[in-house]
Structures are given as C-alpha cells and as structure tokens.
C-alpha cells in the first residue's frame, strides 16, 4: 500500500487536476518545453548516471533523462495516478527501456541510500506539504555530492507576461475548484529565494539562478482560452466574458501560438560529501 502524507494534493492529482493533465498530456508537455534546456543544464546528466524525477508526471523528463542517462537509468515517482498511467503507455510507445516509474510521495518514500546520481524536477518539488522534510529524504536518495537540480517559479506579478495573463483570467471567471486552488498556492510555495535555501539545509554548493522561458498556451486566442476552460468542465461562460478572454491573451499570439514569458528560478545543490558537514552556502546569480 502506498504511503501518502500529502493529502490534499494526492485528493487533486487523482481528481480533476491529474486527469485533466493525462488527457491534455501534449499540450502541458508543450507548454512547459521551454523550461526543459534550462533544467538540464543544472542537471548536467551523464551517460552512466541513475536519476530520480520528483512529480515526473506523464514523464516527459524523465525519457528526456533516461536518454542523457543512456548506459544508466531513471525513475519518476509522482503521486498521481493517472499521470503514470500515461507515462507507462508514452513510455512503451517510445520504446524507453531504461526507465522506471512509481506511484508513491517522495517526502516520505523510502529511497534506497546513496542509491541515485542526480535529482530532478520540473516543478514537481513545489508540491511537498514539508518541503524540508521531504529534501532531507531526498538528500539520503542521493549519494554524496550527488547533484540536485529543479525549476519552480519565481514571485508573480503584473511584469511577469504569464502571471498577468492568469490573474486577468481569475478576474473575469468565477473562482477555480478546490483542485485547481490547492496546485495554484503549492505553485508559489518556493518562489522566494530567501526560503530555498533554509529548505535545503544539508546541501552544498546550493545556487539560485533566475530563469526566463515563454509558455505555449494555444495556436491561438480563441484555441488556447478552450484550453484554460477545459480545466473546469462543466463550466458555462457568457459569449461577452469568452470575446474578453479572449481579447486578453490576443496580445500574445504569434505565428508559433500563443506564448506568455515565464520567469522561473533554476536551483541546484549537491548532497553533502561524507567529509563536508557544513551547512550549504547559498548564492543568488
């Protein structure tokens, strides 16, 4: 039986928010693939390397990972259901031999020691209930000065394209289900630079890099607000509140779709070598 101590956000990736995912699995992978070249680059992954991916999703990054991982392997763990459902059937598509996935919360899941070269994420890490906690395990994970590398975003706010944009859109719509709500608050839980690094007490070489990406949202206005409404089925919009939507992501259309500039941190840290006791040093780029 699988432990879970996050409840709430195991309740909203196997509800609406993770089905909604595993149906629209392209276009979140799509989305998001601009954050990929600067994940993997703190990542630096080598060929022989065993990576873990926290909040792996449909796993995206994780065959990304197991392909820089070529003569190792990776594992994605996540806590919803769904989600690994679709990354299994990706997987066997592809013809991704060397990947593994499991159901299970890496707060509290126990990893084998020293058992993983690199820790990744793409995000995933904003969902903990006890972000300390749960890098602690993850740090136990890792063999000493093993590397970890995520992304999550940085604060949001009206110079921020993709924030701006979403704000406008819980403006105009009436208020988003108790799923959505619960990944909207995780998804600012590590957007202040100061607490990444009291998080990550245990680490060394810890670094905070500010990271910019654009997000793809649709092909245009019109297709990408169908996108966002999707998010709440069943939800009925005036035919005046949709032309509005529609009018505020109009701005942002371009021959490649709609695309939102995204401001991101980049963090990376290495566990602790078995000779290096000190608290990590933290420094903002």
Not at 37 to 42: H, S
Not at 66 to 76: D, M, N, P, T
Request: proline share 6%; aromatic share 6%.
């Amino acid at each position: 039986m699988t432990r879970i101590t996050n409840s709430v956000q195991a309740q909203a990736w196997n509800g609406t928010v993770g089905t909604h995912w595993a149906t629209h699995q392209e276009r979140y992978d799509a989305m998001l693939s601009g954050v990929n070249d600067a994940l993997f680059a703190g990542a630096a992954i080598a060929a022989g390397d065993r990576v873990l991916d926290i909040g792996c999703g449909a796993g995206a990054t994780t065959r990304i990972a197991a392909r820089l991982a070529a003569s190792g392997h990776a594992v994605g763990i996540d806590i919803s259901a769904p989600l690994l459902d679709r990354a299994r059937a990706i997987t066997t598509t592809e013809g991704v031999t060397n990947v593994a996935y499991e159901l299970a919360d890496a707060q509290i899941h126990p990893f084998p020691p020293a058992g993983y070269d690199v820790v990744i994420s793409r995000g995933g890490v904003m969902f903990f209930a006890d972000h300390a906690a749960a890098f602690r395990n993850l740090a136990g994970a890792l063999r000493p000065g093993g590397r970890l590398a995520f992304v999550c975003p940085r604060p949001a706010g009206p110079d921020v394209e993709e924030s701006r944009a979403l704000s406008l859109f819980g403006e105009l719509l009436e208020g988003p289900d108790a799923g959505t709500v619960a990944a909207q608050v995780a998804m600012a839980s590590l957007s202040d630079p100061a607490r990444i690094p009291e998080v990550l007490r245990g680490y060394d070489d810890v670094t905070v890099t500010p990271v910019e990406t654009e997000t793809v949202w649709g092909r245009d206005a019109a297709d990408a607000v169908d996108f966002i409404l999707s998010r709440a089925p069943g939800r009925t919009v005036a035919a005046d509140t949709r032309a509005a939507l529609e009018d505020s992501l109009r701005p942002y259309e371009t021959d490649r779709g709609v695309r939102l500039r995204a401001a991101l941190w980049l963090v990376t840290a290495r566990a602790t070598t078995k000779d290096a006791a000190r608290r990590p040093t933290p420094r903002q780029q």
